[in-house]
T-cell receptor
Framework: DAGVIQSPRHEVTEMGQEVTLRCKPI?????LFWYRQTMMRGLELLIY????????DSGMPEDRFSAKMPNASFSTLKIQPSEPRDSAVYFC????????????FGQGTRLTVV | AQKITQTQPGMFVQEKEAVTLDCTYD???????LFWYKQPSSGEMIFLIY??????QNATEGRYSLNFQKARKSANLVISASQLGDSAMYFC???????????FGAGTRLTVKP
């Protein structure tokens, strides 16, 4: 398996623009997580899905952020409009719901908003 | 949501010596898993070791062991015979199995000295 695939790996955008981050989880995994990593706030859980259903989005910073999982093999995290404080590394991770299963992480998307 | 605390922002250890990285957690859940991940300077998240809340024995994986003290809600990572390649950020995480929520501590930056 190719692992969790995130795209793009790097994104530089201007303030006010829409940004869409993409994630393809490991085939067969039924849980997907979006995290944001910054020096100041560490690894924050933004939202997670079980069986394509959003379970907890309380970590989403504000209404500018939205996430979807239209099917088991694809998820997006959208920021509209983007702001410089959104600059961070965004990780997607997938796992099997249940015990004794670690989450597998993608390589991350480094977002810079100028 | 559960809270995970790593009180050591940075740690130093001499090559070939053992080091303990601290992790405590706060949860009302009875069934959960504890995880440690390594993040080298390249940025990827590497799973190291897992401990289930009902496991009676401490987990071990090669040079990694987890000192699990359930009553104290601690899950410290012990790395034996440190190597220069162990220099990285280390994150403790907890997943509650009733809802699959998975959150991380702030991390500890370990530096191995030659």
């Amino acid at each position: 398996d190719a692992g969790v695939i995130q795209s793009p790996r790097h994104e530089v955008t201007e303030m006010g623009q829409e940004v869409t981050l993409r994630c393809k989880p490991i085939s067969g995994h039924n849980s997907l997580f979006w995290y944001r990593q910054t020096m100041m706030r560490g690894l924050e859980l933004l939202i997670y899905f079980n069986n394509n259903v959003p379970i907890d989005d309380s970590g989403m910073p504000e209404d500018r952020f939205s996430a979807k999982m239209p099917n088991a093999s694809f998820s997006t995290l959208k920021i509209q409009p983007s702001e410089p404080r959104d600059s961070a590394v965004y990780f997607c991770a997938s796992s099997l719901v249940g015990r004794r299963t670690e989450a597998f992480f993608g390589q991350g998307t480094r977002l810079t908003v100028v | 949501a559960q809270k995970i605390t790593q009180t050591q922002p940075g740690m130093f250890v001499q090559e070939k010596e053992a080091v303990t990285l601290d992790c405590t957690y706060d949860t009302s859940d009875q069934s959960y898993g504890l995880f440690w991940y390594k993040q080298p300077s390249s940025g990827e998240m590497i799973f190291l070791i897992y401990q289930g809340s009902y496991d009676e024995q401490n987990a071990t994986e090669g040079r990694y062991s987890l000192n699990f003290q359930k009553a104290r809600k601690s899950a410290n990572l012990v790395i034996s015979a440190s190597q220069l390649g162990d220099s990285a950020m280390y994150f403790c995480a907890m997943r509650a199995y009733n809802n699959n929520d998975m959150r991380f501590g702030a991390g500890t930056r370990l530096t191995v000295k030659p």
